[in-house]
């Protein structure tokens, strides 16, 4: 059996570990070829194809990226993207893919399963919105970076008695933002989730002023004041419809600057929180879920997603990816209120 493995949508730590895993297992217990489709759908779609052998995944596992690259390509924005996708398996004797990527190449992955091509979903992104599993691989490790952001920003306000307002990733949930905001000590935490108040938001700012401590604000990039629209730079699109978001931390702190008289500033930490090695946590995750994918395969259990449910590796079906964005729960950012302000 041949078996072609791709990454789509954006980059984070932990998709090498699936790559290897996967072709370590299928190669050793199956006997199964493998191929690497170059940069997601992109090579699906151009038939960018390359061998992938169990000495291409060798030393992987602590890298971060991806050896076979990514991209944003949504196959149904090029004209007969299905069919050309069916070509390039066809022509490369390609039986199944394992498709790694976050909600919008699974939802991708969803409708070409439709289609008949026969693939297995893994989850992945530093978000962990994807629904239907409790943790995606990359997140673990974005949020021990942006903890540790957070960590070292409080040294350096409080030298300057300001506030700094850090902006992490985060379009759609504040996953990132609720974990590190409490983990590096946060006196606010915003998520798109829940519109903001302005003026609440200074209020707690100026209650840390009154017994000398400098404010560290937390808010995910697509966090909104509850009075306007969110804040954006740059209102161009992807193929999957989404803009790129930055500008929420920048307007904070101008805000919070003039309603309380008191200095601000922005940390953006971007892809900062993509890039560099793994986490421990997000090597073993990847790695269970690479191992379970391959076993999908081999049972011919395709249109399913590996999936954690607790301490076990499940699959369920992709559709249950289409359900919409996993959000954070109302009462679980309601129980660390407390620590603001």
């Known amino acids: 059996m041949k078996v072609?493995?791709?990454?789509?949508?954006?980059?984070?730590?932990?998709?090498?570990?699936?790559i290897r895993s996967v072709v370590r297992k299928g190669v050793q217990e199956y006997a199964f070829d493998f191929v690497g489709l170059r940069d997601g759908w992109r090579g699906a779609l151009q038939g960018d194809v390359v061998p992938l052998e169990v000495s291409d995944v060798r030393g992987i596992l602590p890298r971060g990226g991806t050896i076979l690259g990514s991209s944003r390509t949504n196959p149904f924005k090029h004209e007969d993207g299905a069919r050309r996708i069916q070509d390039t398996l066809a022509e490369h004797r390609i039986d199944a893919?394992?498709?790694?990527?976050?909600?919008?190449?699974?939802?991708?992955?969803?409708?070409?399963?439709?289609?008949?091509?026969?693939?297995?979903?893994?989850p992945k992104t530093i978000d962990n919105d994807v629904s239907g599993t409790d943790y995606t691989f990359g997140f673990d490790t974005a949020v021990g970076i942006a903890t540790e952001a957070i960590d070292r920003l409080h040294t350096t306000a409080e030298s300057h008695m300001r506030t700094l307002v850090v902006e992490v990733m985060g379009r759609h949930s504040g996953w990132i933002a609720l974990h590190a905001g409490v983990a590096g000590g946060a006196n606010a935490i915003l998520v798109p989730e829940r519109p903001f108040d302005i003026d609440q938001v200074c209020e707690w700012v100026k209650n840390r002023f009154k017994i000398n401590y400098a404010p560290i604000v937390v808010a995910a990039e697509g966090a909104m004041p509850k009075e306007g629209q969110m804040v954006l730079k740059d209102r161009s699109l992807d193929e999957y419809g989404h803009v790129r978001l930055s500008g929420i931390g920048e307007w904070l702190a101008q805000e919070i600057e003039a309603r309380t008289a008191t200095e601000a500033r922005t940390t953006v930490l971007g892809h900062i929180q993509r890039g560099g090695t793994p986490s421990a946590f997000d090597r073993w995750l990847a790695t269970r879920f690479g191992l379970q994918a391959v076993d999908a395969v081999k049972d011919g259990d395709f249109g399913t997603m590996t999936a954690l449910r607790g301490t076990e590796i499940v699959r369920v079906p992709l559709d249950d990816t289409r359900k919409g964005t996993k959000l954070v729960d109302p009462s679980l950012y309601e129980e660390f209120e407390v620590f603001f302000g």
């Open 4 to 18: 072609g493995v791709l990454t789509g949508g954006g980059d984070c730590p932990g998709l090498n570990a699936v």
């Open 97 to 122: 893919l394992v498709v790694i990527g976050g909600e919008d190449t699974l939802g991708a992955a969803t409708e070409l399963s439709r289609h008949g091509v026969n693939l297995v979903g893994v």
